[in-house]
């Protein structure tokens, strides 16, 4: 799922790596998953990632990991994520500038 979400911030423009450059990072501060059957092992699987909800600086994600058919849903799973000060690890109370210029560009 991270790696679904750090390209979804690529795809609108904004590299992970320029936002912890930048000298923030962003935490996961809940996680609610639901299993909804196991993957075989070596079964592919396709993980689709979108912004639900951003609240002040609250950012949940939506994910869905299912078969390349969509025939099969293994899992949904909402992850709520907040911009945190790299340096002094504390929640900031605005978007940084950056990234909130990418949620607002969004992914097409």
Known sequence: MEEARVEYFRCCGLEYADL???GYHLSVVELSLRYHR???MGTTAIVKTKISEIVK???NFDY???SPDKE???STTRVTLVP???EKGKIVRQLPPALEEA???GCP
Request: charged share 20%.
């Open 20 to 22: 912890v450059a930048l």
């Open 38 to 40: 196991s993957i075989p």
């Open 57 to 59: 600086v609250r950012i």
């Open 64 to 66: 869905k990991i299912q």
């Open 72 to 74: 099969h849903l293994y």
């Open 84 to 86: 945190v000060d790299g």
């Open 103 to 105: 949620l607002i560009k």
